[in-house]
């Protein structure tokens, strides 16, 4: 499904925000690293949106270089992002956080 526009809903933007200090505050210019290894996986999906699994309700596209998935959905040829989240936490967390945002 090819989409025209990607939007980073704000929850997902400090989703972003969160990883990018957490590896910072593990070493420094990791975090830098990270966010532009997520911006890249989200900005694929302007060729790839639609492909991935479905999983708790949104599309499920696991980070190429982290343990993080991004969470999205698709209307009128644009790709929402929801959340971007480390896959590293309690699935009943990850269920919950999807959950407070749909």
């Known amino acids: 499904m090819k989409v025209k526009e990607i939007v980073l809903l704000k929850e997902a933007a400090e989703d972003l925000e969160n990883g990018e200090s957490f590896y910072n505050n593990r070493e420094p210019g990791v975090g830098k690293y990270f966010w532009d290894s997520l911006i890249s996986d989200i900005e694929s999906l302007i060729i790839l949106a ?18 993080y998935s991004n969470y999205y959905e698709i209307a009128d040829s644009v790709a929402y992002v929801i959340a971007v989240l480390p896959m590293r936490k309690n699935p009943s967390w990850i269920i919950d956080s999807l959950n407070q945002r749909l």
């Open 50 to 67: 639609g492909i991935h699994p479905i999983k708790h309700g949104l599309f499920q596209m696991l980070s190429k270089r982290f343990p």
